[in-house]
């Protein structure tokens, strides 16, 4: 797949950062959110990515996952632990949730008779959508489930998108498989306005899952309360991160000692 690289748009006194091998952009949710609002169906095409403790673990496992959080006009910290981290080494990470921008979205950026785009991994979640906020024109698609390993899949999903432009476009099949999608589209011709790559949030947003209360929310902890709401999918995918995110720690650590940051 065919990839391209532009010029990340952020204020020149929040450089990005590069942290545990990964870019962020050092913005806060409110400078964020007024960046998206000047997006219109006919502005040139962006991508945001959303990197958690995961994504983190697996591209630096992976190498060429990399280039997909390279070219997003926005990398997000969207882990606590993270920005917890970066903090004590003196690095601003502040926390941005896709989540909480996809809700923020919803509620405050788009408008009646916006064009949104969808890519979904079941029809439920367009239908409540639609029904939720009937005053937005979706246009949905939900690709076969088997998507990281289907080209043409990839391919069809991209073609779908770029062929009616949408002001917004949210890519919640999985990751690396939303991130894959997003950059991709960056070499379509046809690409127009702007890409979120938001995981499970509009699950979240239409009911078909359940967030942490806000306490815990604004706490950290999260994760924790999505652990104990599914154990069996999230807690070996937990587990394989503590050691390779505590390796990274550790080199963080030593970058920090040495003056290299």
């Known amino acids: 797949m065919t990839l391209v690289s532009y010029n990340i748009t952020v204020p020149a006194s929040r450089e990005r950062s590069d942290f545990f091998n990964t870019p962020f952009d050092p913005l806060s949710f409110e400078e964020v959110v007024e960046k998206i609002q000047t997006f219109d169906e006919t502005s040139p095409y962006r991508y945001i990515v959303t990197p958690n403790v995961d994504h983190v673990v ?9 280039e997909y959080y390279r070219t997003a006009w926005l990398s997000l910290c969207d882990s606590a632990p993270i920005s917890t981290f970066a903090l004590l080494l003196w690095v601003d990470l ?19 008779g916006d064009n949104v785009t969808l890519i979904v991994a079941h029809d439920e979640v367009a239908e409540r959508a ?8 979706f246009r949905s698609m939900v690709p076969p489930q088997n998507l990281s390993g289907n080209p043409d899949a990839m391919k069809a999903c991209i073609d779908f998108i770029a062929a009616e432009p949408s002001r917004f476009i949210f890519i919640a099949v999985g990751s690396p498989q939303s991130e894959r999608i997003a950059c991709g589209l960056a ?64 080199s963080e650590v030593i970058k920090t000692i040495r003056g290299r940051r």
């Not at 502040?94 to 408008?111: Q, W, Y």
């Not at 929310?217 to 991160?241: D, K, M, V």
Request: glycine residues 8%.
């Open 58 to 66: 697996r591209l630096n496992r992976d190498e060429s996952l990399r």
């Open 187 to 250: 070499a379509h011709p046809e690409a127009r306005g702007l890409a979120l790559c938001c995981g499970a949030s509009i699950e979240f947003l239409v009911g078909i899952q359940k967030r942490a209360p806000h306490i815990l929310r604004g706490s950290g902890f999260e994760w924790l309360y999505r652990l104990a709401s599914n154990p069996r999918r999230l807690f070996g995918r937990y587990a394989s991160t503590v050691l390779p995110l505590a390796g990274l720690m550790g």
């Open 94 to 112: 502040p926390i941005v949730t896709g989540s909480d921008l996809t809700e923020a979205m919803f509620r405050s950026v788009i408008r009646e």
């Open 130 to 137: 639609r029904l939720a906020f009937p005053h937005v024109n």
